[in-house]
Nanobody
Framework: QVQLVESGGGLVQAGGSLRLSCAAS????????MGWFRQAPGKEREFVAA????????YYADSVKGRFTISRDNAKNTLYLQMNSLKPEDTAVYSC??????????????????WGQGTQVTVSS
């Protein structure tokens, strides 16, 4: 059973930073791409960033490019999202996700099969 557990969310002032972590278990972490998505109240879930199994391919949403950095440590089975220069519009529940099959990497939430429970990020102005 694949499990994804996020941590690191919280309340931060605009311009501040947070680092989210996603601990994975239940299968060989290094074989699969990983992604971060977020959902603000009253809005649809949106793509934030994705990383291939090796870390060689990385994608970001335009809204976070240059401010957020996705990374992974395959030895620790952990995915990270470093968030800098946070803005109030970054306020959302952030979830990590992984596809069902190796080789899948994309922006669409329908490509991801396993999801964490999410961690709240609140940015005050």
């Amino acid at each position: 059973q694949v499990q994804l557990v996020e941590s690191g969310g919280g309340l931060v002032q605009a311009g501040g930073s947070l680092r989210l972590s996603c601990a994975a278990s239940g299968r060989t972490f290094r074989n699969y791409a990983m992604g971060w998505f977020r959902q603000a109240p009253g809005k649809e879930r949106e793509f934030v960033a994705a990383i291939s199994w090796s870390g060689d391919s990385i994608y970001y949403a335009d809204s976070v490019k240059g401010r957020f950095t996705i990374s992974r440590d395959n030895a620790k089975n952990t995915l990270y999202l470093q968030m800098n220069s946070l803005k109030p519009e970054d306020t959302a529940v952030y979830s990590c996700a992984t596809p069902r099959f190796p080789g899948v990497l994309g922006y669409d939430s329908s490509q991801y099969y396993y999801w964490g429970q999410g961690t709240q990020v609140t940015v005050s102005s």
